[in-house]
């Protein structure tokens, strides 16, 4: 099923903007731990629009519990953990991105969604070009962290799941409560691993900087960016949708290069563009597939 028009603007703005978001948070990691602005982010994403949006009528307490402790634990404290592991941020939001194809192999396992030929041409040369770009990003990492963000993106692909199974007609009050479990989450795998330290004189460390940081990414990247990427994994099939991904980590490079004044090199450069191409030719399947058939 192909995206329309305005759908596919839309899930690349998404994806534009939580690439712009590294930017963010590394302007919170100036003044916070990454543990306690990640609980603050879902804290806020909870409270307190929780009073005056109802629950979601059409999905259990179950369904948004899953998705809440997987979203805010397997997801984002996962990343967090796997950063203060030594995993470098710009390699984080890289291996992320393999959320991409873990969702569109489940999708098929669980959904018995298809991919035609053309899709898996583009998702391979997509691949590619993500694996070359890191190769060529030449950050530190640690086989630690990159085990860790590579289940942070099974998280990612298991709460695309959730959506596509459980399609809640009010996507706003979805993510709303189920960042209510989220935060508690992160909080107590955070006490577990750290203890309160990263808690430890918010009251007096708590700035412009660091409130912009909480905010942006409780209202902008998780409210409005994951209800609009959430309505559309409920629209189409996860192989419509999920590639999109992919561009965050480009985006993230731009928006570092435009803010913190990265170097963008020939081979990062390249790699990118082989990103595009595979995401080309997957967005035009059916337009391939139509020119090869005549």
């Known amino acids: ?136 990003t030449g950050e530190t990492s640690t086989l630690i962290g990159i085990i860790l963000v590579l289940l942070a993106s099974i998280a990612w692909a298991v709460c695309n799941l959730i959506i596509k199974a459980t399609k809640p007609k009010d996507m706003l009050a979805f993510i709303i409560w189920t960042s209510m479990f989220s935060a508690p989450a992160v909080l107590v795998m955070t006490l577990i691993t750290k203890g309160f330290e990263p808690f430890a004189n918010l009251d007096k460390i708590m700035n412009a900087k660091a409130w912009f940081s909480v905010l942006f990414q409780a209202y902008i990247t998780t409210i409005l960016g994951y209800m609009t990427w959430n309505n559309l994994m409920r629209k189409y099939p996860a192989t419509s949708v999920a590639p999109l991904s992919l561009l965050v980590p480009i985006s993230g490079v731009f928006s570092s290069w435009l803010f913190f004044s990265e170097v963008i090199t020939f081979d990062k450069g390249i790699s990118m563009f082989v990103v595009l191409i595979g995401l080309g030719v997957f967005i035009n399947s059916a337009r391939i597939s139509a020119v090869f058939n005549k």
């Open 1 to 136: 099923m192909k995206l329309k028009p305005y759908d596919l603007f839309i899930g690349i703005l998404v994806t534009v903007m939580w690439g712009c978001n590294f930017v963010v948070i590394e302007l919170g990691l100036q003044e916070l731990d990454p543990f306690a602005l990640t609980f603050l982010r879902f804290l806020f994403s909870a409270f307190p629009a929780i009073f005056f949006v109802k629950k979601p009528q059409s999905v259990s307490w179950l369904a948004m519990c899953f998705y809440g402790i997987t979203f805010g634990c397997g997801l984002w404290w996962m990343v967090n953990f796997a950063m203060y592991n030594g995993l470098s941020a710009g390699m984080a939001s890289l291996f992320l991105q393999f959320s991409a194809f873990f969702t569109i192999g489940l999708s098929y396992l669980f959904f018995k969604e298809k991919v035609n030929l053309i899709q898996l041409l583009g998702s391979i040369i997509s691949f590619i070009g993500l694996s070359m770009v890191i190769f060529f």
